[in-house]
């Protein structure tokens, strides 16, 4: 196989290499291997891409949070929403303020990592000359203990026999290989891409949910122990929003398949706490009407 | 279709895979048609294929969050059920059913397919999140006069129960948590070194089931439902509290709503060779 000579100055040496020199590598299983060349999809190499970050929550200005310590008043990008104290002046230690606020910094740091690693993935694949990229998998992992997180995005480069190469010369991706992507094709959608995107909420509790999530029965807790927590609650569903609603801006006029949405909150100590909400899918467009697939035979195995 | 169809119709023509994946590639270099109805769906395809088998659709994901404090102390001393914990855990999960099902609506759903229902008991709070797949009947463009359902049932049983005439009212929970009294000093000193049922537990443990599986089946009742499917339970200790055990247990509301209920005439098959994986890609409309 024939190096392009368009290929991209960037890409290492030995990738372009390991290109030209005739035999295909692949990360699909047996299985998902014979159903792509049954549905015309011919391996051309198992691509990947990297990316390492430094991961520094606060960012590289003084105090962080985008712009230097104070920002999140006047510098916050996205969702902010102010939690004041019912109660009034109390004490020094009383928590009178608190704020939900999208923690923007940590969110592009993970769009720059997850999006080089895809881009040098998608190079990589270009280079070689496929059309698309199946059986894609992303993960994303602390390297070492230096604070630094590894991006990671793999997958099997594919060519379509006789197909014609994509217009813009950028490969298409997918999550799904084999029998599952015949399904997806059979049912009328075409691969577009994989759609991913983070949201990132601080949590800086008031003191109502400050008291509320220690469980605490104080004087000053205006809202019952056993009442809902609904500072916490609500950064819970804007992070969920925000992830979706980014994605769903990534769609145009396409659809989000196989969709895979986990939260992760981390408690912070005296209610304070950060929801981070990732959604992943893949992106694909109806390319014919919509026909009705036969109804399935139920069946009882007798082993 | 309109989706009361006995299951096991007709398998159709072949069709040319490798031309299907041609066309495919070609439509991602050309522009979307600007008035596709867009989805966003955590279905698996195969999900989203069996549920186009019975007329319906995914809309768009949807999801729901709660969490309620629970008092400092209650865990640790006290008598009888710790009820500021099991009412944490119903109202939680009723908060975020109903946070769920205005997303649904919005979205234009009939329902809500396939919901993950992640919950934690912490210490001091109670969390349940749950999330789904709000789903219609294919091109529907208004609301049914049914209500719309909460599921936890995947797109294969959500199928599976329509064709057989019922249908998935909603989600019913009950939880109980029951504080296990310490046995006395006499008690312990007899029991020690020895194998014995502990009885304050053990009796703990039923009371905190039958609480919870009577709420339970109080909120399928309150539905209008006739019977809940797939219900999970959980029960044991409290990691942070030893002398406290808990009993979870929700699962879906479903109700006759055909006539009678239906044979899905299930074939029996009796596989004559080991089991393998699938090996080639075939047309879903047979040889």
Known sequence: MAVPSEAPGDLPEAAVRRFAEGAFTSGLTVPDFAACLQMGLEPVGFTQGYCVMQWQWYGSSPMGMGGGFGSQWG?????????????????????????????????????????????????EAASGGAHGIV?????????????????????????????????????????LAGQR???????????????????????????????????????????????????TVTAQTVARKIATHRVRSQLGHDSLHGAALSTVQRELGEGDAEVECVLRGNRVRRFKEFDPMPAPRPTVRML | MTGTEPLGGDQGDSVDIKAEMRSAAEAIGKAPKPNTARMTSDLSIDEELVLHSIGWEPVELVSGVSMHSVPVGVWNWGQGEISYASAAYGRSFANATE?????????????????HVEWTVERHHIDVA???????????????????????????????????????????????????????????????????????????????????????????????????????????????????????????????VADKHRNLGARMVLPMDDPTSTFDASSLRGA
């Open chain 2, 130 to 256: 749950l999330t789904g797949t709000a789903v219609r009947p294919v091109g529907a463009k208004s609301l049914g006069s049914d209500p719309i359902f909460v599921s936890d049932l995947s797109g294969r049983d959500f199928t599976l129960l329509h064709s057989a005439g019922w249908a998935p009212l909603g989600l019913a929970a009950g939880a109980s948590f029951v504080y296990a009294p310490r046995r006395s000093m006499g008690d312990t000193m007899k029991q020690s070194g020895q194998n014995v049922e502990l009885t304050n537990f053990t009796e703990a443990m039923y009371a905190a089931r039958e609480s919870a599986m009577e709420r339970m089946q109080t909120s399928a009742i309150n539905l209008g439902g006739s019977g809940v499917v797939e219900v999970k339970v959980t029960e044991g200790p409290m990691t942070f509290a030893h002398h406290a055990v808990g009993f979870t247990a929700y699962g879906t509301v479903v109700r006759l």
């Open chain 1, 75 to 123: 510098g916050i990008r996205g969702y902010s929403e102010t939690w004041n104290c019912p109660h009034g002046f109390v004490s020094g230690e009383h928590r009178s303020w608190g704020q939900n606020y999208e923690q923007a910094w940590v969110e592009d740091a993970w769009t720059t990592g997850f999006s080089t690693a895809y881009d040098r993935m998608v190079e």
């Open chain 1, 135 to 175: 059986g894609v998998v992303d993960s994303v992992q602390p390297l070492s203990d230096m604070g630094v997180l590894e991006f990671r995005v793999q997958g099997t480069a594919v060519r379509v026999t006789d197909g014609v190469p994509p217009a813009d010369g950028r490969p298409w991706t997918t999550y």
């Open chain 1, 181 to 231: 992507l015949t399904k997806l094709v059979e049912a009328g959608y075409a691969p577009v891409s994989i759609a991913a995107a983070v949201s990132s909420v601080r949590v800086w509790a008031n003191c109502v949910t400050h008291y509320l999530t220690e469980g605490s029965n104080s004087m000053f807790a205006s809202a019952t122990a056993g009442s809902e927590i609904t500072q």
């Open chain 2, 99 to 115: 946070r769920i099902h205005d997303q649904c609506t919005k979205a234009g759903g009939h329902g809500v397919v396939g919901v």
